[in-house]
């Protein structure tokens, strides 16, 4: 007995230490205790959640990172097929980092501390860019790094401005978050093979080269219709005879093309199979005259209006005739 009552004295003792002066206030401290053990219950629930979504999430960005090397991939299938003799387009992946420091920016919530941006992008992008392949791991990294600074200020952040610690102090974590989806764009560039055989890159080009050569490429591309709204702009007559007129012969087989023109030779020598002149009258367009190149009416409206119009359809005869066909 003299046990029990230590024992009950020890404990009394104990409660009373913790604020607790009678037993009275034992069905409340059960009440107390069962809120708690809710409360816990809820958070564990919480926090076994948290995990679930945290590895969604990651699974999630695996995801959306691999589906932009596919698109890169596919990119550089398509441009390689795309490719002619003439033209042909280079891409290169994950190599064009214009919108890095745009991205900084919105990630931590303000354009300045410029010395400390460029710092952070050195870190993100590989160390000899255009040589080493992008890889997220030096993305991750600097994200991991943003994070543990907000977190518990630790890590050896080397700020050039001091005041920069303060904007990683108090940077939004979803914009952190938003951080990890970025990834260069891919590097695109067209070139044009010149008549002496090097290739020239198409924006060094003149306006009659660059026409030339995206004329070769457009039409080289699909079997979808095609509307051309006078492609003969910035093109002399050869090049006009030698690559457009050639190609809409060729192409017309497989795809429907609709041309804008008042070049002659392009109506004629392309075999047009379908001619519409218009004329504007008052704000409205009307059609003149329309049929195949077979109708009086359609072989005289081309001379009255286009330039050339009877000595184009002069050389066309001579094509004709010289090749065997039936005029």
Known sequence: MLSDKQDFETAMKDLSEQGIDGLENYPDLLAEKDQLEQKIDRLTEAETKGADYEREAELVLAAYRDLK????????????????DSVRVCVRRLTDWKRLDDELAITLGTDRFEKDRTAICREIRPAASGEQPWSWDRLDAVIAKMRRYREDRTGDWEARDQRFLNVLE???????????????????????KEESGAWRKLAHGSPGQQTAALLAFVLGQGTEPIILDQPEDDLDNAVVYDLLVKRLREVKRNRQVIVVTHNPNIVVHADAEYVMSLDAQNGQTHIVCDGGLQDQRVREEICRVMEGGEEAFKKRYRRIVSSGESP
């Open 170 to 192: 108090h940077i939004d974590p979803a914009k952190v978050d938003q951080l990890a989806l970025y990834s260069p764009d891919d590097s695109v560039s067209v070139e044009y």
């Open 69 to 84: 090397l596919q698109l890169g991939k596919r990119r550089q299938e398509y441009v390689a097929n795309a490719s002619s």
